[in-house]
């Protein structure tokens, strides 16, 4: 089986977050309103197949199939091709410290990226589970799972919990991205993709853009306690870690690893 090495690795990744960087803001827009939507498809599709199932009797099994469904969303993300904001976090950024984007079209990225995240997530929150009744009213089995998966993000935990639990989310989502660059086949990203989002979402961390399904769609579901005040302080505190996670622990380390020290990272041979 073809596949990059490490240093080969942070090769495309350069090459690729310089392309993201330049998008026009249409695909921007565009390709962020599909991503978001895509999260928010893994994040319901998540609640669905785990609602019902007693965490008395299955215990971490709950957490662990919650994780290995979720990770539905980022192979849509990357096998069909789309936006995603932490994502970019670990690609542009390590386009910017080998000097092939600007820091002006990182903060560009990132808030397009995240406002179109926003919308196709919000998009699949209240059209496509609420509404539709795939989330049930209260009592439901639905219902119940989505309001344990929002209450312990949007109320049990404090701000530095989300903002830690978001580094260690982040680092994870963004090496199931850069290990996804390593294959050559579908398969093989697939295969890349599925253990660290398993293992991000298993231990409870914390996901700026699956957090804008969760929370939303719980608030419209009727979820008590989890208001707009809770939810955006959540995403903030989310978006802060997962910044530092995706751009510090990825991006600038794997630069510093194979990059650094290179005049031309787009034209040089692996090393």
Known sequence: MAFKTPDQIAVAAVASGEKKAHLPVSKMLVGGFLAGAYIAFAGLL???????????IWGGVTTLLTGAVFSLGLILVVVAGS????????????????????????????????????????????????????????????????????????????????????????????????????????AGKVLAIFFPITAFVALGFDHVVANMFFLPAAHWAGVPGIGW???????????????????????????FLYLKGKDDVSTSAPR
């Open 46 to 56: 998540a609640v669905d197949v785990t609602a019902g199932l007693d965490p008395k």
């Open 229 to 255: 005040g809770s939810i955006v302080r959540n995403w903030i505190f989310a978006g802060l870690g997962n910044a530092i996670g995706g751009g510090v622990f990825v991006g600038a380390a794997y630069w």
């Open 83 to 186: 936006e995603l904001l932490t994502g970019n976090m670990a690609l542009v950024p390590i386009a910017l410290l080998s000097r092939r984007v600007s820091l002006g079209r990182l903060g560009l990225n990132w808030g397009v990226v995240l406002f179109a995240n926003l919308l196709g997530s919000l998009f699949v929150a209240y059209v496509l589970a609420v509404q539709t009744g795939v989330i049930g009213a209260e009592g439901t089995a639905s219902f119940t799972r989505l309001a344990a998966i929002a209450t312990g993000k949007a109320v049990t935990e404090d701000d530095l919990t989300i903002f830690l639990r978001a580094i260690g989310c982040n680092w994870l989502v963004c090496l199931g991205v850069w290990m996804a660059m390593a294959a050559e086949d579908v």
